[in-house]
Structures are given as C-alpha cells and as structure tokens.
C-alpha cells in the first residue's frame, strides 16, 4: 500500500559533482521511503538540495514492498535497511548502495509504562509489533530475542505498519510491546504512557540509498544529485538543528519543537561522515544478518559489490 507525495526540487544549489554531467531540465526521480519517522533523505527533498531534478517520494509501510517496487521498475531508489541490498545481490539481483544515511539501528522496542515487561525475556510467547515481517524492525527483533536468549520462533509476531497503528496496536493491547521509531518513539517515550523495554547498541546499515545497478549505471547524474542533495542537508542540519526545524516539520507536523529538535540531532549523529561506511560496519550487518539466520554464511557479497560510493566522491 502506497501513498503518493511529491516534492518538486528547483534548482536553487551549485552542487557540482566532479565527472558527472548535470541531469537533463525535466529529469525525474521517483524515491520510495517508508514514512512515518524523520530521514534526512525526505528532509533534503522537502529542502530543496537536489540539482535540477523533480525528486517524487512515494510513501511505503514496509520496506519488503519497497523492494518489490524497485525491483518492478516502479520507483528509481530506495532509502531502507542495507539488508534488502545484502539479499537481493544474493538472489543475483542488481541492487546496490550508493549511500548511507544511517548506520545505526532505528527501532527500539516499546511498551506501556504499566505493563509487566521489564526485558526482553519477558516477551516470551507474546505478540510483538514489527512494522512488517521481513522488514528492518523484524530484525532488529530477532537480534533482541537472540540477545535475550529466546526463541524469536516462540513470539506471536505482528505487523503494524508505523506511526499512529503502531501506536495504537501497543496502547489498546494489539501487542505487549513493538518496534518503534522516531519522531514517535521520542514523542512516546516523552508522554510518560510507555517505556524502552530495550535499544540497540550495535552498528548496522540501518538505511542505505539503493537502486538497480542496471538504471544508476544510465541515469548517474539523477542519482548524484539525490545522494549529495542529503548529504548537503546533512551538513547543513548538523551545524544548525534549530534552522531546520520548519522543514522538518513536513515530515512530523504537529511535533513540539523541542522534541522535534531532539529527533533532528538524532538522525544527524546517526549518519556517517560524508554518508559513507568502511567494510566494518558492512562486516557487523553481515555477521547479523547470519546470526538471525536470514541469510547463509559466506553468502553474503563482497562490501565492493554491496556499495559505490563513488557518486558521493565525485567520481566517474
């Protein structure tokens, strides 16, 4: 299920990237994102940092129907978890990163305040909330079980989509606890109705820009222009949260300010320098990846074949 909103992108930044000619007047791209928590990828569509392209967001609920779209040639890219990357070059489709916007993981399992959740342990055959089966949240709490010592077999695992369902599936009694993100995992937690029953601490390629190799291949300077628009916004946001605030504010209307400017110095410090990882946080999203038995080991591709940075660098 998709929900359509575009954000038309003027020309209103010299972003010159060394090697890459300027896109086309009129080019497009149509950029899925799963909606609902702040990016800095929907930030820098909303701001304005992308060179002379029409960037069209297209919202999902999960990012296993992302994947399917991208891989159906419906939309050009893709801001979701490095996992969807790791396992299509698996299956030997063209899926690759060219950025990374955060490497670390974004959902924290949440629970009332009253309830009698004190760790993860206690969940044991109870239902848990994920935004979607498959999905980054899914992981996340498979990694949690796998920490805690129980079977993630044993949980009665939902999928509640995000924002207000989720919301709803752990307040009326859906779930005991669920996968949350910000802006409403801060805004939650804050209201004093719930708790963090557990948080990650671990590096991840939690969201990576992705598209097919064969369409990035033919539209490099569409693509060049999206990656260092974020990262632009990435700078500019991390000098100055406050400045950003009335941009952000498309993405999470009705925020307070000053929740909505705690979530911002969030999703800035989760971002790499430059929107670029070495090999060893791809190294920690394999060896997770393996851990939770989504994939096989020694199966996984090679970090240079995962991701190209080369856009970012300017690069031809």
Known sequence: MLRLRVGIIVAVAAL????????????TVKVGIVCGGLSL?????????LRDVTAEQVCFDSGSDAVQALSGGSIDAFVGAGEHIVRNRIKDLDVKGYAVTSQVPPYSLVTPSNSDIRTVADLAGKS????????L????????????????????????GTGATMQATIEKGGAAAGMVTDPLLTT???SGRFRVVWRPDFDYVALAVMARESWAAENRDRLAAFVTGIEATRTRVGADPAAALQVAQKQAPGLSTDILEKVLTTTVA??????????????DTVALLEKVGQIDPGTAPPFADAFDFSLLRGEE
Do not use: F, W
């Open 16 to 27: 010159a990237v060394a090697g890459c000619a300027s896109p086309r007047q009129g080019a």
């Open 270 to 283: 989760q971002a790499p320098q430059g929107l670029v990882i070495n090999d060893a946080v791809y190294a």
């Open 41 to 49: 990828a929907a930030m820098a569509i909303d701001e304005g940092q």
């Open 188 to 190: 939650m937690v804050s």
């Open 137 to 160: 949240s899914d992981t996340e709490l498979q990694r949690a079980a796998a920490d805690a010592g129980i079977d993630y077999a044993g949980l009665r695992v939902v999928g509640s």
């Open 128 to 135: 848990v909330a994920v935004t979607a089966p498959g999905s």
